[in-house]
C-alpha cells in the first residue's frame, strides 16, 4: 500500500468521467478481481466473465457522467456487470447460469466454521437459517432480487418465469423468512 | 464505504474456499455481501484471484477505451451481429454511406413525387430511378476508384467473389425497402408497388455478370443506358405506361437474370484466382 492519501471511489468516478485513464485503472485495481470473483461463482464460463467485467469497465469509461454521487461504486458497477451477464444469457444459449443454491448438497450439512457463524450473524442474524429453509424457487428468486438487485422483471427473465410470479415468490419468501426471524428485518422492501 | 460489519474482515482461507466454491449457498452469499461492501476484504480477493486472468480483463478494457468509435455503417453492421472485418469491409464500400443512401433516397423521393403529380400517367420517372438504384449502388461498391480498401483487398487473401456478393447484398437490404415504402406512394395498380422489384433484381446480376469482363463502371453505364432505352422507348411508342413491369416482361426479366447467374457461377467456377471472375 502506498502512503499517499486514498481517494475515495465517487471521486475516481468523477476523475473518469473527465478523461482520467489512471483513475479507471485504480477503480480496476479495487473493483476488478471481486467482479471477477462474484461472476465467476454465476457463469462457469471463464472467457464471458472476462468479457463481462471488460464491457463493464468501458461502460464505466464512458458513462461515468451517469453516476450518481451519492450511490456506492461497488453496487453500480455489479449492476452493469450482472445484467450485461444476465442479457448474455439470454442471447447465448450455450452459458450456463450455475443454480447455485443447488450445488454441493453434502456440504450444505456441514456447518459451517465458528468464524463462519460470526459472519453470517453479523450481515444476516438468524437469516441465514432461514434463507436455508426456504425452497429452491423461493432461494433463487431472492437471490436474484434481494442479493443481486434485479428487477422483479430481469429477475423473471433470468429465472424464466413470469414477472408477477416473481412477485409472488419473492412475497411469500419475504413472509416465511419474517416468520421464521419471529421479528422483521430493517431493510426488507 | 464501512458497514454493520466494522472491523472484522473474512480471513484469507474463508476467502479462498469461496474463490473455489467450495462454500455453501448461504455462506457464500454472506461472504458475497461483506466483500462487495468492504475494501480490505476487497484487496484480499484481489492477491488471491489469478493475476493472469486480471491482466487479461485490463488488457481488454484498455483496447476497449483507447479504440476510437467506428463509423455509424459499422456500428450498425455490428449492432446487426455481423463479425468485425466483415463490419469493415462493408462500411468502406462507397454506396454504404451516409452520403450515397441519401442522394439515393432524394433521386427516388423525386421521382416517385413526379409519378404522384402527373396522376399515374407518367410513371417513366419511377420505373426509370426504383430499378437503377440498387444497380449503381452495387456498381459503386466496389471497384479501384471507390474503395478506399482497394489495394488492402487486391493483396488479402480474402474471396473477392464473397466480398463482392456481401456488398451487393448489403447495397439490396439499404436501399430496397427505402424503395418500397416509395413505391407504395406511387399511383397506378396495387401490383405496381411490387413490379419495380422484378427489373431491379434481375438488373444486379446482370450488372454483376458484365463486370467481370467490362469492369463496373462500364458495366454500370451499359445497363443504366439499356434500362433506360426500354423505359423512355415504352414512353415514346407510346404503349401503356406499365410495360416496362407487365407479366411477359417480368418473363424477360427473369430470364436474363437466369443467364446471368449462370455466367457468374461459371466464370467463378473455372477462374479458380479471386477477383478474376468479379
Redesign the interface.
Known amino acids: 500500500m502506498s502512503t499517499a492519501p486514498i481517494v475515495a471511489?465517487a471521486a475516481l468516478v468523477a476523475a473518469v468521467a473527465d478523461g482520467d485513464?489512471g483513475a479507471?485503472?485504480e477503480l480496476?485495481?479495487?473493483?476488478?478481481?471481486?467482479l471477477?470473483?462474484?461472476l465467476?461463482?454465476r457463469c462457469n464460463d471463464?472467457e464471458v466473465v472476462?468479457?463481462v467485467?471488460?464491457?463493464t469497465?468501458?461502460v464505466l469509461?464512458k458513462d461515468a457522467r451517469r453516476f450518481r454521487q451519492d450511490g456506492?461504486v461497488?453496487?453500480w458497477l455489479?449492476g452493469i456487470a450482472f445484467r450485461r451477464m444476465v442479457s448474455r444469457l439470454r442471447s447465448r444459449r450455450d452459458v450456463v447460469l450455475i443454480p447455485?443454491?443447488d450445488?454441493?448438497p453434502t456440504?450444505?450439512q456441514?456447518m459451517?466454521?465458528a468464524?463462519?457463524q460470526?459472519?453470517?450473524g453479523?450481515?444476516?442474524g438468524d437469516l441465514?437459517a432461514g434463507?436455508?429453509r426456504l425452497s429452491p424457487e423461493f432461494?433463487s428468486v431472492v437471490?436474484a432480487v434481494v442479493?443481486d438487485g434485479l428487477t422483479t422483471k430481469e429477475a423473471g427473465r433470468l429465472l424464466g418465469v413470469r414477472e408477477n410470479t416473481v412477485k409472488t415468490r419473492l412475497h411469500r419468501a419475504k413472509a416465511q423468512l419474517r416468520a421464521t426471524l419471529t421479528e422483521p428485518q430493517e431493510g426488507w422492501r | 464505504m464501512t458497514t454493520r460489519t466494522g472491523e472484522w474482515h473474512a480471513d484469507p482461507a474463508l476467502l479462498s474456499r469461496y474463490l473455489a466454491g467450495d462454500l455453501d449457498a448461504v455462506t457464500g452469499a454472506s461472504v458475497e455481501q461483506h466483500v462487495s461492501r468492504c475494501e480490505t476484504c476487497r484487496a484480499t480477493v484481489g492477491r488471491l484471484l489469478e493475476p493472469q486472468l486480471l491482466e487479461r480483463t485490463w488488457a481488454g478494457i484498455r483496447d476497449g477505451v483507447e479504440r476510437p468509435t467506428p463509423p455509424y455503417p459499422m456500428r450498425v453492421a455490428r449492432r446487426l451481429g455481423l463479425p468485425e472485418p466483415t463490419a469493415v469491409l462493408l462500411a468502406s464500400a462507397a454506396s454504404l454511406r451516409g452520403a450515397w443512401l441519401v442522394g439515393a433516397f432524394l433521386s427516388l423521393s423525386f421521382a416517385t413525387l413526379a409519378a404522384y403529380a402527373s396522376g399515374g400517367t407518367a410513371l417513366a420517372p419511377f420505373l426509370l430511378a426504383a430499378p437503377l438504384a440498387p444497380v449503381l449502388g452495387v456498381a459503386a461498391a466496389y471497384g479501384p476508384r471507390q474503395d478506399s480498401l482497394e489495394a488492402l483487398i487486391v493483396t488479402a487473401p480474402y474471396g473477392r467473389t464473397r466480398l463482392i456478393l456481401l456488398r451487393t447484398l448489403a447495397v439490396l437490404v439499404s436501399v430496397l425497402p427505402v424503395t418500397a415504402l416509395l413505391g407504395l406512394a406511387v399511383p397506378g395498380p396495387a401490383w405496381l408497388a411490387a413490379a419495380w422489384l422484378g427489373p431491379a433484381l434481375a438488373l444486379v446480376p446482370v450488372l454483376l455478370a458484365l463486370a467481370g469482363f467490362v469492369g463496373p463502371r462500364f458495366a454500370a453505364t451499359v445497363v443504366s443506358l439499356v434500362w433506360s432505352g426500354v423505359v423512355l422507348g415504352a414512353t415514346w411508342a407510346p404503349l401503356a405506361p406499365t410495360w416496362p413491369v407487365e407479366a411477359a416482361q417480368q418473363g424477360v426479366y427473369v430470364g436474363l437474370a437466369v443467364a446471368a447467374c449462370a455466367v457468374i457461377a461459371l466464370r467463378a467456377g473455372t477462374d479458380r484466382q479471386p477477383g478474376v471472375a468479379l
Open positions: 471511489d485513464s479507471l485503472r480496476y485495481q479495487r473493483h476488478g478481481a471481486w471477477h470473483a462474484r465467476l461463482r471463464s472476462v468479457e467485467v471488460q464491457d469497465f468501458v469509461w456506492e461497488g453496487a455489479w447455485e443454491w450445488v454441493l456440504l450444505q456441514v459451517p466454521s468464524e463462519d460470526v459472519l453470517l453479523v450481515e444476516y441465514a434463507l436455508r432461494r437471490q442479493l
